[in-house]
């Protein structure tokens, strides 16, 4: 049967039951595509992965249109069914859909527009490291994780040092490789002279530099047990666990101490190049952890601007944590790196005092144009119960200024993932219960949202534009 005469019930049953490509061995760019021209001038179009349900279950279907302002898209006998993605990232004209299993290898397939208008699936599949983070450097994507080391690295009692694990997606080339951790040099132990291990969050490309935030995780069994538990802070020795217990990301083993001992500091690793070893170090006691989290997910707060400025924002989620001396005692905020520079200076703006209450923060930031920059906030303080990130805001860095988003639906589920700017807009999905999920505009200037195109489907799950590949 022509696939482009399934009903939707058959569409769904289809994505249930279709078989994995083969694959190919091996060992959470900006979200934002480079601004396009008119279709006329590039043939491209909009891509919009959605999720879709009919009585059989629920499918994943690839959709494209010309416009984001307006129209309704459908998703029956439309599109290209696909097995869905925990992040879809757009980058050189590329689509990808990365998985992330927890505790397992991910897979991740690649698509392209065709010549005729239509998405098209790359020939290969790949099983990638588990990742919690990810990021772009010139046509690589790059997943990263921090995982245990190679047995021969391991201490006189076994214990493995942790490690950066990165895999790198050539765009290009459809091709796909590890980095080398046999030799140590991706240790992650130690890695801000206080015997912490950290894990990265985003990959922000500026000039031929990388931008990383280091989130600091506490001590592994190795950083715990070195030299006598040297690296357990004095009054922190009631966090080394004596068994193991926790589940999913919440699992520890005995003899770690989860979470960070020094919450009120934000690092940033600088590295030359991808291969991502001896980074440069910068640090601020303005700000906390520099990301956004949600359960193993690192969301990246580390973003550049078009003069190379890279600004770095805490959400301070650290403000969860159960021990009183885990929390940092300091509210969600920005620093920033100057172009050309390995050091931070003197910007610093609270984020958190300009929000309702003066106690709320966000999950989410991506670059919006300009010095323009949305954000996901939360309905809450975090340190209140269940906190839900529903709401937007434009943050103009510029003039160190937050304004909430107007005209957004009352009945907001959930936030997209992936945005787009272009014509002082940015661009990004609002799912909505017992309704139709649709991209949304939001001027950048006055802070006001319209509802743009819509998806006829359960949520729009990444979006962003493509022009042919010839």
Known sequence: MDIKVFTIAARVAAAVIVPAMALSSCTDSKDEPDQPGTDEETNGKYVFAATITGSNGTAYDLVTGTSLDEGVIPTVDNGLLNPGATQWVFHNNYLYALTYNQGNAGTTRSYILGADGEMVARDIEYRISRFSSYGTYNDYILTMSTGDGPA????????????????????????????????????????????????LSGAE??????????????????????????????????????EAGGSGSGAYKAGELVGTQYPDECWVAIYDNADMTNPTLAKTDKISTPCGRYRSQYYQTVWSVENGDVYVFSSSYAKTMTDPGQQTTLPAGVCRIPAGSTSFDDYYCNIEAQTPGGNRSFMRCWPAGGNAFLMVMYDRSLTEKNPAATELAIFDAASKKLTYVTGLPANVTSIGKTVYSQNGNVYIPVNVENDQPAIYAINTTTAKASRGVTIQAVDITGFGYLTPIQ
């Not at 391991?154 to 080339?173: C, E, S």
């Not at 500026?206 to 190795?222: D, E, H, N, R, T």
Request: charged share 20%; glycine share 10%; with cysteine.
């Open 152 to 199: 021969a690295l391991a201490d006189k009692q076994g214990y493995l040092p942790k490690t950066l694990l990165i895999t790198y997606l050539d765009v290009v080339n459809e091709t796909s490789r590890s980095n080398n951790t046999s030799t140590g040099a991706y240790s992650m132990e130690n890695f801000l002279g206080n015997g912490e291990y950290v894990t």
């Open 205 to 242: 490309q500026s000039g031929s530099k990388i931008f990383c935030g280091a989130v600091p995780m506490g001590l592994s069994q190795y950083g715990v047990a070195y030299e006598d538990r040297k690296w357990v802070r004095p009054g922190f020795e009631h966090l080394v666990h004596d």
